[in-house]
Nanobody, 114 residues
Framework: QVQLVESGGGLVQAGGSLRLSCVVSGSIFSTEDMGWYRQAPGKRREFLARISSSGFTLHDASVKGRFTISRDNAVNTVYLQMSSLKPEDTAVYYC????????WGQGTQVTVSS
């Protein structure tokens, strides 16, 4: 069974940076496209960025220029470097395959204070 374990969240002031990590086990990680998503309180989960197995990236307009997705196939990990954080970036952040596995990880909480 695939497991997704996100980490790296925390409390940060507006304008600050964080790097999120997601370790994937139970799959052939290097062959899969991966993505980052987030869900703010009372809102639907939204797509943020994706990276193909070969490293091609695509970022949603809401985070383009501030967030960068990357991966390290040697350690089955996908990253999300976040900078210039805003209070509206406050959410639980998740990674998953694209298309998503049915099961999601626990996510990592990011809270941006103004």
């Amino acid at each position: 069974q695939v497991q997704l374990v996100e980490s790296g969240g925390g409390l940060v002031q507006a304008g600050g940076s964080l790097r999120l990590s997601c370790v994937v086990s139970g799959s052939i990680f290097s062959t899969e496209d991966m993505g980052w998503y987030r869900q703010a309180p009372g809102k639907r989960r939204e797509f943020l960025a994706r990276i193909s197995s070969s490293g091609f990236t695509l970022h949603d307009a809401s985070v383009k220029g501030r967030f960068t997705i990357s991966r390290d196939n040697a350690v089955n990990t996908v990253y999300l470097q976040m900078s210039s954080l805003k209070p509206e970036d406050t959410a639980v952040y998740y990674c998953n395959r694209i298309p998503p596995y049915v099961n999601w990880g626990q996510g990592t909480q990011v809270t941006v204070s103004s």
